[in-house]
């Protein structure tokens, strides 16, 4: 049962920042009164803007992905120390970059500010993916639709913030 333990934690952990950060995003998308228009459902969006309810599921499965990923780096790569150490430091630092985003673009209303922090989230997720290939390159390779959800949301958090720079909110 212990063996079931650590892989299981693994994927819990980005999966709280995500729920943590989801009473942030909900506040904002739907409005709490009925017949009130929310500040997010306010902005104007790309015609490409997926629909609200798609971002749960998507970034749940990624959470877990990247979740199993950095267990299969802190197996293979012994632990917290020796090879595993400089990757999962990295995963680390894209993981706190990646839940810091919904604070600033939904709590704090700063579109440009999420914008630059979603930049280095991108470059954070980039250098884990190649440290994490030098311990396990499936690893690896499961990142790489978290990197092309990112690159998407990073396209689509610009378009937001160019279609709306003028908003005094």
């Given at each position: 049962m212990a063996n079931y333990l650590k892989?299981?934690?693994a994927v819990l952990i980005p999966n709280i920042g995500g729920f943590l950060g989801g009473f942030v995003t909900r506040k904002e998308v739907r409005p709490?009164?009925?017949?009130?228009?929310?500040?997010?459902?306010?902005?104007?969006?790309?015609?490409?803007?997926?629909?609200?309810?798609?971002?749960a599921p998507v970034w749940?499965?990624?959470?877990?992905?990247m979740g199993y990923a950095s267990y299969m780096i802190y197996r293979d790569g012994g632990g917290f120390s020796g090879d595993a150490a400089l990757p999962l430091a990295l995963y680390g630092t894209q993981l706190a970059l990646n839940w810091a985003w919904s604070p600033l673009f939904f709590g704090q209303k700063k579109l440009g500010l999420a914008l630059c922090e979603n930049m280095l989230l991108w470059g954070s997720i980039?250098?884990?993916?190649?440290?994490?290939h030098q311990v396990n390159?499936?690893?690896a390779h499961i990142l790489l639709?978290?990197?092309?959800?990112?690159s998407f949301a990073n396209f689509l958090n610009?378009?937001?913030?160019?279609?709306?720079?003028?908003?005094?909110?």
């Open positions: 892989p299981v934690a709490s009164k009925p017949g009130e228009v929310s500040w997010y459902m306010a902005l104007k969006k790309p015609s490409f803007q997926p629909p609200s309810w798609l971002f749940t499965g990624l959470y877990c992905s980039l250098a884990t993916i190649v440290a994490f390159a499936d690893a639709p978290y990197l092309g959800w990112v610009f378009k937001i913030w160019r279609l709306n720079k003028d908003r005094k909110d």
